[in-house]
Structures are given as structure tokens and as C-alpha cells.
């Protein structure tokens, strides 16, 4: 059974962690009194559309607002970032006069701050061209100050530091060095709060990883002298046989009738720290932030209780790029005159949008998909710019089942289309069919064929599979299902599209060969993808019945509800 959450003393209702499955790290969140609306943010790092904004009304029902990076224009540089853990990530948002701001460190070829603005929540073209300024590191978070005045506070260097900000120029002011916490590595995330005449400042100590936690001080001045918190760490799951762990990187905010809450970043792995193949996820927990005290944060639990507003999904039916609400499943048919999804994602910008085109003449009801000369992992000559063809959502329970029709008739041998486990370019686990080499004198084959990239976490040996298309399924849509069987094995099946009885499954994988390594601070897509290997093929694939479905989730050890 489930340990019982120390929020049970909380008067309020039951919910489960986590409220942003799936790949949501360093989440961010304001209250926003003329919506009546909470909104919250993520990283996303090198993946594009970036920094999505959900918006809810009642901590319960999640909808995706918008995608604050959703042109090249805002961040051309995003193309040719190597480092598939850089990008942009870390993020703070706030409200500020009728106006969000966005504040962030993008981590490519070079490492510049970014202010992004937007008076339209709901809408991806409201959101500005960003204001570029010298960030001080990373982690930047943006406050205003009683007079007015705008200042950064960011982690460089094992240095918690902040310098004011002109948010028409970017021009930055002398830096000074604040509190750098209570002697944990890697002093950073800070966010400052102006309360009950002290300025507040929360970071996060320990790397993020088993030992991350949340720590806090205040002043009756911005730039000290600081008090550290009493009770420090505020927050925490460290030394914990917990299975949530890694928490940290946290902010608060209240709600519209005053309750104070928490979000920070956990992983759902135990502290053996292996298996977590959703990455960091955003979890929620109550606070209690009496005047002029410190901040109680509940710990973080599966089950938890607390103060949640009264239910309200309608008022946001409707609102924003989303379709679905966090949960949902997918039904995607591509319909025409429809476009891609606003929470489908690709690995960088898509190299050519026509390379995904919705219900092209001939074949409506598809998304056709123009291969790309590079795989999914490249080569050692790989360029970022070069492109994958390969578009994805995020894994976002710990079972379900993903899958989609392929239409594809390879004509030169290794031109390949599939469906992938992604986690990176150096992880990732693929099914797909592929015109092989015979041997000399025979024609090539159609075949399935199941491969991994990369170890991830994972110690045993790497499986391998191919398979003959039988060849009364060729010429006809092939359906191929990715299946999270367990909390840690995926299953990769096939089958007729008419004929969806006949189900084979091809291979199966370790979900710790998507945990860590190359992908630690990520979590894992599913998707589509085309490609012809390297070879001279342009054989174009059109999937179809596009379908996720979250059948559970683990919230505790040995302890799965519905999803």
C-alpha cells in the first residue's frame, strides 16, 4: 500500500502526483487574479515547440495554453545545438501589470538570456520575439522590486547572483552576490519573493539528482544579510525510501483564495535512481505561508490532500492551442484543413514543414512523412541542422499504449519508417519497416525490423529482431503499437491495419534503456518516423489513426491507479 501522505491532516481533497506527467521539468507557476487562472511552465530543451504555458482553473484539470518558443525566429540558434541536454530549460514566468514575462537561459552555441512577453496566454503568435540580454549563467528568474525596478537573479558558478534588468534594452546592472545556501552543491533555480516587508529567496542545493532539495532565507533587504530558514530544507526527499525522488527546483505561488502551493521537478524511480524512463516529472503539493513566518511545504507523496479549488474544465474548453486536457488520450486522424497538434513535438526544428504534410492530395486522413537521409541517431558526421524526420508526444503514464497506421511501400533498400521510444539521438528504442539487403541473387525483403540505441541505465544485453512482413499484409496499412506493459518493459508489436486481431509483437525493451545517460535531465517521446538510412531513397510514408492511451500510473512503489 501506499505510504500515507503527511498532507493527510490537510482539510481539502485527495489528488494524485504528478499533475504534469511525462517530461515536465523545472516547472514554473503564477496565479493570475483577472483570469482567475493559474498558469505553469516547463523546460523543454532542445525539443521544439518549446516552454509550453498550461493553464488551470482548479489544480485538477490541465490545458496547453500555448507554446511560449513556437517560430525559429525567437531562437534560430536552436538548429545547430549539438548538446542533446542543452537548449533551453530552467525557466521562470510571472505576471506582472496585465502582461506575462518568461525569463530563461538558452544553452546552445553560445549562452544567452531570453525575455519572452505575451498579453494573450492563449495564443502562440502573442508571444514575443524574445529580449536578449547577458545572463549571469543559468536559472534566471525575474522580480520586481517595491520601486519599480527589475532585477535577475541567476546561479553562476557555485554563485547565486542578481543585477538589475531595463526590459526595453536588455541592459543588465552590476551584479551582487546573495545567499548561496546552506553549503549543497550546485546552488541554483533561485526565485525571490517580496512578503510581509522580507524579501524571500528559494534555490535549490544538491544537484539534481537523489540529493536535490529546496532551501530558503530571507532579509529585510535585497541583498542581505540573509537568514537561513530554520527548518531548511523546506523541501526534500533526499534519504528517503520515497518514489519520488530527486525533488527540488521549485516555486510557489497561491491560489485564488489564498492557499500557497508548491511545484517542483521529481522522478518516479525509487532511490536506487535507475528506472524513470518519463524523466522529471512536475508535482504539486500544499503549503502554508503564515505573516511574516517561513513557508511549510508538504513532502512529496503519490497520494496527497490539500485545499484544491472547486472543479472548473469547462471554463477552459475552448482556450488555448490545445484540443485535449492533460490525460486525455490521443485520437488523431489528420483530418483535412487540420493541423499538427500543439503538444506534438519534434527534436529541433522540423527541417522543412513540408516534410509533414496533413492529408496531402491522394491520401487524406494522413500525415505524410518525407523521410530523412539521417536516421534518428545520424552518424558521426551529423549535423543539427541536417535534420531527422521524426515527430513525437510525450510518454505521459507509466502504461499505455501508443500506435499508428503506416502506409509504406519502400522501393530502395534501407528506407525505413516506424514508430520510436524516444529519448534522445543517443537513446531510443525503434520499430520499423524496412527494405533489406537479400542475399546475392534475391530480391530485397520487407521487413520489420526492432533496434535499440544506446544502454540508457540498462545492464543486460541489448536486443535486437527482424522479421518478414508477411506478404499478405504488404501493399496495405501496417499497424505498429509501442505497449508500456509494465513500470519497466515496453512491448513493439504489429499487426494488420485490417486484421488488427493478428498481433505479433516483435521485441521487447528495458525501460532503463531510456532512464539516464545521454537523456538524465529528459524524458522519453513516442512517435513516428521516416528515414532512408543514408541511402538515395525518397520513398514518402503516411501514417494514420494516430492513438495514446494512458492505462495507469505508478505512484508509489507497487501502487498503480487508472490513469
Known amino acids: 500500500m501506499a505510504t500515507s501522505s503527511p498532507a493527510a491532516s490537510l482539510k481539502g481533497t485527495q489528488y494524485t502526483n504528478p499533475v504534469l506527467p511525462g517530461w515536465h521539468s523545472d516547472p514554473s507557476c503564477v496565479y493570475v487574479p483577472e483570469e482567475d487562472t493559474i498558469f505553469c511552465v516547463a523546460s523543454t530543451f532542445i525539443a521544439f515547440p518549446g516552454l509550453p504555458l498550461y493553464a488551470t482553473k482548479d489544480l485538477q484539470n490541465w490545458k496547453l495554453a500555448s507554446n511560449i518558443f513556437n517560430r525559429p ?265 487540420s493541423s499538427i497538434p500543439g503538444h506534438f513535438m519534434y527534436w529541433r526544428f522540423p527541417k522543412d514543414e513540408a516534410l509533414y504534410t496533413v492529408s496531402p492530395r491522394g491520401h487524406p486522413n494522413t500525415l505524410r512523412l518525407t523521410p530523412s537521409t539521417a536516421n534518428l541517431t545520424g552518424t558521426e558526421t551529423f549535423q543539427p541542422d541536417d535534420g531527422i524526420t521524426f515527430v513525437g508526444r510525450r510518454q505521459t503514464d507509466t502504461l499505455f499504449t501508443y500506435g499508428v497506421d503506416i502506409d509504406f511501400d519502400p522501393k530502395v533498400v534501407n528506407e525505413e519508417a516506424g514508430v520510436s521510444l524516444f529519448l534522445t539521438q543517443g537513446q531510443h528504442v525503434d520499430l520499423g519497416v524496412v527494405l533489406l539487403q537479400a542475399a546475392e541473387g534475391k530480391k530485397p525483403s520487407l521487413s520489420f525490423r526492432f533496434r535499440v540505441e544506446g544502454r540508457g541505465n540498462f545492464e543486460g544485453t541489448i536486443p535486437s529482431a527482424t522479421a518478414p512482413v508477411p506478404k499478405d499484409w504488404q501493399g496495405h496499412p501496417i499497424r505498429l503499437e509501442i505497449q508500456a506493459v509494465s513500470d519497466s518493459q515496453y512491448a513493439f508489436s504489429v499487426s494488420s491495419a485490417r486484421k488488427p486481431g493478428q498481433k505479433k509483437v516483435i521485441g521487447r525493451a528495458d525501460s532503463r534503456l531510456v532512464s539516464g545517460d545521454t537523456g538524465r535531465f529528459t524524458g522519453s517521446l513516442v512517435g513516428a518516423y521516416a528515414t532512408s538510412n543514408g541511402g538515395s531513397g525518397s520513398t514518402e510514408a503516411y501514417i494514420s489513426r494516430w492513438k495514446y492511451d494512458g492505462q495507469g500510473q505508478m505512484i508509489d512503489h507497487g501502487v498503480v491507479v487508472p490513469s
Open 73 to 337: 525566429s525567437q531562437i534560430p540558434s536552436l538548429g545547430q545545438t549539438t548538446n542533446q541536454q542543452g537548449g533551453i530549460y530552467a525557466p521562470t514566468l510571472r505576471y506582472h501589470k496585465g502582461k506575462f514575462y518568461l525569463i530563461v537561459s538558452f544553452l546552445g552555441p553560445e549562452v544567452i538570456g531570453l525575455v519572452f512577453s505575451s498579453s494573450n496566454p492563449y495564443d502562440d503568435a502573442s508571444w514575443s520575439e524574445p529580449l536578449e540580454f547577458t545572463v549571469q549563467g543559468i536559472d534566471p528568474d525575474i522580480f520586481w522590486d517595491d520601486d519599480g525596478t527589475v532585477y535577475v537573479t541567476s546561479a553562476d558558478n557555485n554563485r547565486i547572483q542578481q543585477y538589475s534588468i531595463d526590459l526595453n534594452t536588455g541592459e543588465t546592472g552590476p551584479i551582487e552576490y546573495l545567499w548561496n545556501g546552506t553549503g549543497g552543491v550546485y546552488p541554483e533555480g533561485p526565485h525571490i519573493y517580496r512578503k510581509d516587508g522580507y524579501y524571500y529567496l528559494m534555490i535549490a542545493e544538491g544537484g539534481t539528482e537523489t540529493g536535490h532539495a529546496e532551501t530558503m532565507a530571507r532579509s529585510k533587504h535585497r541583498t542581505g544579510p540573509w537568514e537561513p530558514c530554520p527548518q531548511n530544507p523546506i523541501l526534500t526527499n533526499r534519504n528517503t525510501t520515497q518514489y519520488f525522488q530527486t525533488v527540488g527546483h521549485a516555486d510557489l505561488f497561491h491560489d485564488g483564495a489564498g492557499n500557497w502551493w508548491a511545484v517542483a521537478l521529481s522522478t518516479r524511480s525509487g532511490p536506487e535512481w535507475k528506472n524513470y524512463p518519463m524523466g522529471r516529472e512536475t508535482v504539486l503539493v500544499p503549503a502554508t505561508w503564515a505573516t511574516g513566518e517561513w513557508p511549510v511545504i508538504q513532502p512529496v507523496r503519490g497520494h496527497m490532500r490539500g485545499p484544491l479549488p472547486h472543479k472548473n474544465k469547462k471554463a477552459l474548453i475552448g482556450l488555448g492551442i490545445g484540443t485535449n486536457f492533460v490525460g486525455d488520450p490521443d485520437r488523431v486522424d489528420f483530418e483535412p484543413g
